[in-house]
């Protein structure tokens, strides 16, 4: 067993809004970004969300 402290943090998140300007990422797709990626925490409607910019994202995993 690998302990949690040492496994890897795998960056997906499911998309609940987009800027006008992206084209390619929709509402409740799923998509992996960059570990490195500069996140922007908030809160909204009392749930937390990251702001994460378009060239962070590597994929789109289900496009609905």
């Given at each position: 067993?690998?302990?949690?402290s040492?496994q890897k943090?795998?960056s997906k ?6 800027g006008?300007a992206?084209?390619?990422i929709?509402?409740?797709d799923?998509?992996q ?10 809160t ?7 702001l ?5 994202i ?7």
């Amino acid at each position: 067993l690998i302990p949690e402290s040492q496994q890897k943090k795998v960056s997906k998140g499911i998309v609940v809004g987009v800027g006008d300007a992206v084209a390619q990422i929709k509402l409740n797709d799923l998509i992996q970004y960059s570990d490195s990626a500069s996140t922007v925490p908030m809160t909204h409607n009392d749930e937390e969300h990251l702001l994460i910019n378009e060239g962070d994202i590597f994929a789109i995993l289900v496009n609905e």
